[in-house]
């Protein structure tokens, strides 16, 4: 409110109950309505659930992923397997060794699992001239398949 005498400005203030200041920030503690700003609990609350519920679907989907790609590093082991076996099949094969006496768990022995907070193992019986069983375990998920010789392949 200005209040003009002779020739000065004046200045007076008058408070009304709706003007009500913080002494730090300069902000209203009252809205117009005469209400506090701010949140009711029950707002709060509900933002908490629909944040615990999105939390509790992210980690069934983070459980699943895992689970998937456990499986699928099985897969990788079974054919990495079936790539050493191919490998020592053409080496025995050309040396003109005896495809039935080789020992193929010590060909599957030759993958490698190289990163050491998975364990993983390859589990190889049969022989290289017929077929060979393979499984491969990742952290508790299991893979199988086989491999056929291509001795016993019909053509």
Known sequence: ???????????????Q????????????????SGKAPGFTLIEVLAVLILVGILAMSGVVYYKTLLDESKSRGAMLLVASAKTQLSFDFARIAVAGLD???????????????SDSDVHGSILCSGNLSEYVFITATVDGINATDGWISPANSTQ
């Open 1 to 15: 409110m200005l209040i003009a005498s002779g020739g000065m400005t004046k200045y007076r203030m008058s408070l």
């Open 17 to 32: 109950p709706s003007d009500a200041v913080e002494p730090r920030s300069g902000r209203s503690k009252l809205t117009d």
């Open 99 to 113: 495809l039935a006496s080789s020992d193929v768990q010590q060909s599957c022995n030759t993958v490698v699992i």
